[in-house]
Each structure stands twice: as structure tokens, then as C-alpha cells.
């Protein structure tokens, strides 16, 4: 590029500087629309892995309530039978017939049973050998029940009548007239009736379903098409079964994993009546398929949108490069005229402000002496009335105020020297001497440390503080001013605090309006962004607050650590 005068400007930047941050908001655009394309569909994702896990929570239920009913009905059949009148006048024989002919579900049969053993069997003709309790290595545990609850629902065992087959007992308590146990009369279910009653609830492929009696073995169990005993209880819900009340009615659903090690979300249902709980297993792939099904169908148009968006934005910086950077040039140009503008308007100011102090102290200051000095003998030669006496009064205190006010500004404005007596003893001599004309409390606080700083940086913070305090008199209207320097963080931090009224806000503001101000305060900021300092202000009915802080060089850290170490 060439400019006016047909000279070459060079152009400065960093490319990739400028492709990053073109390339990025484009990059934001696409990502920020594949959240949101993302966030809908696993919205709905989640919405279907809930109905999944609410289906199985949903078929448990079922299920449960389906073994209930299936108990409550044998329990039924046992109690009309128990009515019988062959059964209370002890005809066996009759009542085998009577057994033999009542209607019961496909695989289940029925047994009277003394205190001894079976007396007699559906399975067995009448008079045939049959078993005895001791037979079996749990009758004492099944008799002792019966005997305490009246009915009770058997685990899980295997029929000495019928080999090759489990079966659940429900058995009803038999008395004699006097209230003593007689026997008891028992339905037995098999584990096909209940397998139907397992299958009668459809799921999808790859779901577990299962029964397990009061000591959590599997009664019948089912997965696709196969019916087992087989199939454990997940190891997580066993234990949470077993810490609890077996007589209690428990539901809910817990993870876990199953006897093949694969991780399953298992919903469940315990019984109190029968302590039987019913299980659904469900696979945490089939669960959590709606949701990376989601994620994988992401994946791949992310992507592409993604390298669609960089390639688009690395053509877009290839043709506003070259332009933007000239123009990131010529800025950079102009910030630097203007800083050196600001730093020469600052020095200006600096040599106006000594002209004036000068000027105000060696003229303006003595002429106000000397009209005091006048007034004085003045007010000897006049004949004095009371009105005349009032007079000289008030103009005599008139012309003490503007002399105060006046060395107020002089000092104010000429401060004592910083380069002999470093930035801690200046801003101590200072503040003394502004709480001494002004008649404000000062309170201070200034680490020695400050004076390890660059003369440049001290200068520039006498002249903040110095504005500071000038505001406070002239504006504030505070009784006490408190003033701190100290290093902190690699920084020279300053902070004035006084307890007047606060900064004025102009009429009618409103909440978002800012504090009117006038030209002392962005001097103070232009000084301390030479330096790449800050000034912050916090001001309300209680006072203000000014915080002012700068950056020191590599340099000047190190002095001060030294001499902090020293």
C-alpha cells in the first residue's frame, strides 16, 4: 500500500491473530447452533430413556400385582376347600375326590398334609406312598409359619412328586374343633404357571425379567425367549433387599450389574404379602441408546459444520486481511500521536501549574497582605461607629479567607520537592500540610516501599493524590481524609477515602445515569494510563473512595523485593 506522497506504509499485525479471530466467532456461530439443534434432540433423547426406565419400573409393578393376585386366588381356593364338609368329618376318600375334581390352573395340584407328612396327593391315586415332612430339609421352618401366620407362601424348592420341577407351595392352616393345628391344605404352583405369568408382560429383546422369593433365588426367570430358575438376582439389589424389612413393600430402581458383568438398570418390586419381588433388568446400552444415538448422529454434521465454518472464515480474513490490518496500523498510529499529545498537554500543564503558584505567591498572595495591612491602619485613622466597626470586621475576615484559599491552591498546585525527598516524605509533608490549611483530619499511611518506584511513576501518583485532595476541598465537604500508598501484586496502589458527601449527580438521574465530572478526574486516568495504571471511584452519601493503581516494570520489582528482603 502505498500512501499520498507514493511512500510504502508497512503493514503490521499478526495474520494469524486476525484468522483467530475471525475464525472463532465463526466457529461460536456453528457450535452455538449445534447446541442447540443438540439440546432439542437429547431433550427428547432423555424424554425417551425416562420412558424406558418408567416402562420397566411399570412392567415390575405388573408383574408383582399379577403373582399377588395369583397367590390371593389359591389362598381363596384353599379357604373354600377348608369349608369341606368330607375335610371336617375326616373322609379322606371323599375329600380326595372332592380334591380331584376342583378346577385349578395347568401345572398347579392339590395336598392335604397332617402334622406327619402329605396325606394325600392329586398327582398320586388315592392310598399311594407319599412324602413325609422330614423329607424335606426346610419343614420345620414351612410348619413353623403355617403354624404362626395361618398361610404362608413356600421359596422356591423342588417336587420330590414330580421330579425335574420347582414349585412354590401356598399352604392354609387346618385346626380341630378346639383350635389346635389338624394339618393344612396346600395349592402348589408350578414354575411353568408362573413363567406364563412372567411372559403375559411383553418387553424388547434383551430385557431380563425375573421372580425371586424371601430369600432372593429365583423362582422363574425369563431373557428373549428362554425360561430359567437360573438367572441371579443383580448383586446391588440383593443388597439393598437384605439390609431391609423382607415383610415390607419395597419398589423402586437401582443400577447395578448382572451375572454376564454387563451393567443393567434394574427395576423392582417386593411384596410384603407373598415377600416375593418381582425384577425387570433392562441393559444400560438399551437405556442410554436414545442418548448416544443422539450423540452419534451429532457428531459427524458437527463436524462438518465446524470445518465448513473455518474454511469460510480463512477466506473471509484472506480477502479484509490486508485491509484490516493497514487500518489496525493506522490506529495503532493514531493511539500513539494521541498518547504523545496527552503526555506533552500533561508537561504543559505541569510548567502552567508552577507559572501560577508562582505568580499567586509572589504577587496576588502579597497584595492581599498588604490591603490587609492597609485596612488595619485604616481602620485607626477613621472615626469608628458601630456600623463602620461591622464593616472593617467582615472585610478584614473577607481578605484572611481569600488568603487562605490562596495558599490553599498555591500549595495545591506547587507541591514540595519530589525528587529530593522521594514519593513518602512528600505525600506525608503534603497531606500534612493540606490538613493543616484546610483544617480536615488526615490519616496516613504510606509504606516505604513506594519509593523503590520508577521517579516517572512517583510524579505521577503525587499528582492524583494532589488532585484527590483538591476535589475533597473543593467539593466534598468532608470532616476527615484518609490516605494510603503501598506496593502489592507487582503494583504502586494508592487509595484516598474521604467521609464527605459524596459526588454530585446531575438532576433527574436515573439509575443508569453516570456522575457528572468535570476535568480533574479523566486528567487523573490520562496520567495513570501512561503507565498502564487504572483509577476506580466509588463515591455515596458516606464519602468517596478512589482507588488508583499501576503496573511497575520488571525493574522496579526487583528493587523492591530487594529492598523488602534487605
Known sequence: MADSAGQRVPVR??????????????AGVVLAACIVAAALLLSNAR??????????????FTLSFGFDQEVAAG??????????????????????????ATPIPDGSWLILQDLDGQVVNTLRP????????????TYPDALNRVRERGWTVSGRMASLVKPGTTVIALSLRINHDDGTMKGFLTTVLSQDRLGTILRSQKVPEGWMKGLYDRRLQPIVTTRGAETSSHIPMPGTLAARLTAGNPNEMVEGSIGGVDERGVPVRVAYRSSGATNWTSVVAVPLALVNAPVTGVLRQMAWPAAFLLLAGGLAALFMTRQVERPLRTLAYLVTQARGEVTQLSEQLLALQEEERQRIARE??????????????????LEREVQQGPAARKTFAQIEALLDRALQELRVFTYLLHPPNLAEDGLKATLEEFIDGFAGRTGLRARIRISDRVDDTPPEVQRAMLRVVQEALANVHRHAGAAEVSVGAKLAGGRLVVRVRDDGRGLERPAGHGSGERTRMGVGIPGM???????????????GPRGTFLLAHVPLPDAARRAASISLAA
Open 13 to 26: 499485525g499478526d495474520p494469524l491473530r486476525l484468522r483467530r479471530r475471525v475464525a472463532l466467532p465463526f
Open 47 to 60: 424424554n425417551e430413556r425416562q420412558a424406558i426406565r418408567d416402562r420397566a419400573l411399570s412392567t415390575a
Open 75 to 100: 389362598n381363596a381356593l384353599l379357604r373354600g376347600l377348608s369349608s369341606s364338609p368330607a375335610l371336617k368329618s375326616s373322609d379322606v376318600k371323599a375329600f380326595y375326590d372332592q380334591l380331584k
Open 126 to 137: 388315592f392310598g399311594a406312598p407319599l412324602p413325609r415332612h422330614r423329607d424335606f430339609p
Open 360 to 377: 499567586l505567591h509572589d504577587s496576588t498572595a502579597q497584595s492581599l497582605v498588604a490591603a490587609n495591612l492597609g485596612l488595619a491602619r
Open 525 to 539: 486516568r490520562a496520567r495513570l494510563r501512561q503507565f498502564d495504571g487504572d483509577l476506580r471511584i466509588r463515591s
